[in-house]
């Protein structure tokens, strides 16, 4: 496939719309609201796939014609999933937890292609490495109040890069939309 199609992004994200821009695959977006409550004993791997299909078979509901991709992101750290903070205070304790620490990324996304009765599901999973945050990089970064609508409580793609020492796997998986995972739920 050499030619992207028009898909419809089911999310108010604009960092996924940036990485289709980015890109060069042409969407509109279209937020929809379901409710993202996780489930008890749900693993991170269901809870992100389980969102991402909601959310796209949500839009697709609303639309005709185009196909439809929804995404949901989280953090993983120690079999604990980090979901948006709630607060500020929220926000600093997960940043305490994943300072000078690995921990995991999962994106799941979802295709409603209109040409096949079934909406296609996968995640991806990437590991990053936060160096040690001190005391003052921790006031200010929270302060700046960049963390609080990210998963985990952090933007790889802003403010927060300056605390990634590594990553093993997809970037675009850590800003909340994996481009070739996407391709491949296209290709088939």
Not at 16 to 26: D, H, K, M, Q
Not at 70 to 96: C, S
Not at 137 to 146: F, H, I, S
């Amino acid at each position: 496939m050499t030619e992207l199609p028009k898909i419809i992004l089911a999310s108010a994200s604009p960092r996924r719309a940036e990485i289709l821009r980015t890109i060069g695959w042409p969407f509109e977006a279209l937020a929809v609201h379901i409710d993202e409550s996780r489930r008890q004993d749900e693993s991170a791997a269901t809870y992100v796939q389980r969102l991402a299909r909601e959310k796209a078979e949500t839009a697709a509901a609303l639309t005709a014609g185009l196909n439809v991709v929804g995404a949901d992101t989280t953090v993983v750290i120690d079999d604990q999933i980090l979901e948006k903070p709630v607060d500020p205070d929220d926000a600093r304790r997960m940043l305490e937890m994943l300072s000078g620490r690995w921990h995991k990324v999962l994106t799941g996304v979802a295709l409603v292609d209109r040409k096949s009765p079934e909406t296609r599901v996968a995640y991806q999973e990437t590991e990053v490495k936060f160096a040690v945050m001190s005391n003052d990089e921790l006031d200010w970064y929270v302060a700046g109040g960049e963390p609080m609508d990210k998963a985990g409580g952090y933007a790889i793609q802003g403010q927060g890069a300056r605390f990634i020492e590594g990553i093993r796997g997809d970037f675009f998986n850590v800003v909340g939309l994996p481009v070739r995972l996407l391709y491949e739920l296209f290709a088939g």
